[in-house]
């Protein structure tokens, strides 16, 4: 690299400069939300137009099943049992029948760890993150997206989800208000979604002239489910595919996929579109608790969980001379590979210790040569429905682990990726064998496991795991 720079200057070329790139992270959009991926329901004309014009990744997956540890995920390639940041931002307590007691985990991105934007500043980029942060703190208390390597933050702070998504998205002193948005600027109806796209097109029109990093972390489409009324009228009379039939979740779904398209189409106009990255996920799968806003079938359950539903999202990347428009890869890519894959393609340095790999021998037909994935959740969520687990996943095979029911499942995703057959008692030795990696991987990566009580309390019976009812919706 700095040979053909250092040639360049002498012959008097000018060396090309490192790509853009524009990171759209959604909040827990699930993995069919977008009719790319089979919605019948949902209308993501735009989504879906990216999507033939870049790779989309069949097997895309979150690091966690819930928000903010994924988002560290992506910060840091690292995964979040290494950094012990296992849960969403404050988290939830235990049940008075828990039978282990919570690790004390973290509760903010360390400002030891190394980050994306740290690096790609390092290499002369522009660096913006644009809404949702929940990483700890806020640049008041400079925990915020400027102490970790983005030059301008617009919306994030400390908080999971906006009070409101219509100006001034929440009242005054409200813990859940959007920050500095109803300070500058904004009127009666305007949406947070629209909101979020304007402040990104003023971005990358503002910083067309240097390679820039565009961190567009939307908070939708995460409760409170609001859409504009417009929107979820054109939804009203719209036949239902399965449990995808809120009219108010589909509008919401509708915001996110315009401002999609009026990114790309600002950077084709700008004629930015063979210089610049564009990748488009989710932070966990979608989350179907709320009023049963949405379905992930056919995977199984939902945010928090993990099964398929939980962790599996929508993935779409395109790499201007790389990614084949229109194709499809169904190999496992997880949040961690973003920083090693952004991080070469710019020419900027890639720490050690990253758990992501450099995944761009994907998009050219090859397998790529990846460790097992690992999951874990240390923790209890919605009262216990959902209690610590661990998940293993080794080619084809998934181990779930559940620590209060001291059982494990076993399912064959490639025979059965929609984990309805559960193969623990057909398969005994892999069984072994898988528990065995997964707890040798656990304690290489220094993960917080669940806290024996003293006096230990009873397993319970794994028939009686609530888990287990949140199946197929």
């Known amino acids: ?25 959604i909040d827990d959009m699930g993995w069919k939300d977008i009719g790319a991926n089979g919605s019948k329901f949902y209308r993501t004309p735009n989504i879906d137009a990216l999507a033939k014009e870049s790779a989309r990744l069949t097997n895309g997956y979150a690091s966690c099943a819930v928000c903010s540890p994924t988002r560290a995920a992506i910060m840091t390639g690292k995964n979040p049992q290494r950094l012990h940041i296992t849960d969403w931002i404050e988290g939830e307590g235990a049940p008075k029948d828990a039978v282990h007691k919570i690790p004390k985990w973290q509760m903010s991105l360390p400002m030891s760890e190394t980050t994306l934007p740290q690096v790609l500043r390092e290499k002369g ?112 009379d719209a036949m239902p595919d ?52 949405t379905s992930n079938a056919p995977l199984r359950a939902q945010k928090g969980f993990p099964y398929e539903g939980g962790i599996r999202v929508p993935l779409i990347v395109k790499i201007p001379g790389i990614t084949k428009p229109g194709s499809v890869s169904d190999q496992p890519i997880v949040s961690t590979d973003f920083f090693p894959t952004l991080a070469h393609l710019a020419g900027a340095r890639v720490p050690q210790g990253l758990d992501g790999i450099d995944i761009k021998s994907a998009f050219a037909n090859r397998k790529i040569k990846r460790a097992p994935m690992v999951w874990h959740y240390p923790h209890y969520w919605a009262g216990g429905v959902i209690s610590p687990y661990s998940v293993y996943r080794e080619g084809k095979w998934k181990l779930v682990r559940w620590w209060d029911y001291n059982s494990q499942e076993l399912y064959n995703l490639e025979k059965d990726p929609y984990e309805r057959t559960d193969l623990a008692v057909q398969e005994p030795n892999r069984v072994r064998y898988l528990a065995k990696r997964l707890d040798q991987d656990l304690q290489k990566e220094g993960a917080q496991l669940p806290i024996t009580f003293s006096p230990p309390r009873p397993f319970k019976d794994p028939a009686t795991n609530p888990a287990h009812a949140a199946r197929f919706r």
């Not at 250092?6 to 008097?12: C, D, E, F, H, S």
């Not at 904004?186 to 503002?206: N, P, Q």
Request: hydrophobic share 40%; net charge negative.
């Open 1 to 25: 690299m700095l040979v053909s720079i250092v040639a360049a200057a002498v012959l008097g070329i000018p060396a090309k400069r490192p790509p853009n790139i524009v990171f759209i992270l």
């Open 125 to 236: 980029y522009v660096t913006a993150a644009i809404g949702k942060w929940h990483l700890g703190g806020d640049d008041a208390d400079k925990m915020g997206p400027k102490a970790h390597g983005f030059d301008i933050n617009i919306a994030g702070g400390h908080m999971g989800h906006p009070a409101s998504y219509f100006w001034p998205y929440g009242k005054e002193g409200n813990d859940h208000r959007v920050p500095g948005l109803a300070e500058s600027g904004g009127a009666e109806g305007e949406y947070l979604t629209d909101r979020l796209t304007d402040e990104a097109i003023k971005f990358i029109d503002a910083e067309k002239a240097k390679p820039f990093f565009l961190y567009l972390a939307h908070y939708a489409v995460h409760a409170p489910i609001m859409g504009k009324q417009v929107d979820i009228d054109a939804f009203q």
């Open 242 to 293: 399965g449990g995808q039939k809120s009219p108010i979740y589909a509008a919401m779904v509708k915001s996110v996929d315009d401002g999609v398209g009026r990114i790309n189409t600002e950077i084709k106009r700008l004629g930015l579109e063979n210089d610049t990255i564009v990748i488009f996920t989710s932070d966990n799968g979608g989350a179907t608790h709320f009023a049963n806003s």
